[in-house]
């Protein structure tokens, strides 16, 4: 079992970066691969970007490659998504999750945390 918390969400202007952390509970969390969701109202949630367990792999969506960031430190249990250069399209809910799948479909992922929202707007 996993526990995932989020935070760094808020309101930023475009052009602006926000940097959100995902803590993870427990002693197995280099065990999952990770992933960054989001949902904006009225669409389905889609993939942000993941990472593997080691961290040697990254995925990022069209929309966001160049301008956000994932990684992760196994030590701490936490992984994090730097976004830079935020439009308002980025607007959403921003969901961390952890599975043993990794790759774009929400239904790999087995864990999920509550979201955090984003708002980019002048």
């Known amino acids: 079992q996993v526990q995932l918390v989020e935070s760094g969400g808020g309101l930023v202007q475009p052009g602006g970066s926000l940097r959100l952390s995902c803590a993870a509970s427990?002693?197995?969390?280099?065990?999952?691969?990770m992933g960054w969701f989001r949902q904006a109202p009225g669409k389905e949630r889609a993939i942000v970007a993941s990472?593997?367990?080691?961290?040697?792999?990254?995925y990022y969506a069209d929309s966001v490659k160049g301008r956000f960031t994932i990684s992760r430190d196994n030590a701490k249990n936490t992984v994090y998504l730097q976004m830079n250069s935020l439009k308002p399209e980025d607007t959403a809910v921003y969901y961390c999750?952890?599975?043993?799948?990794?790759?774009?479909?929400?239904?790999?992922?087995?864990?999920w945390g509550q979201g955090t929202q984003v708002t980019v707007s002048s």
């Open positions: 999750a952890a599975g043993m799948g990794i790759g774009v479909n929400p239904a790999l992922y087995d864990y």
């Open positions: 427990g002693r197995t969390f280099s065990s999952y691969n």
């Open positions: 990472i593997n367990r080691s961290g040697g792999y990254t």
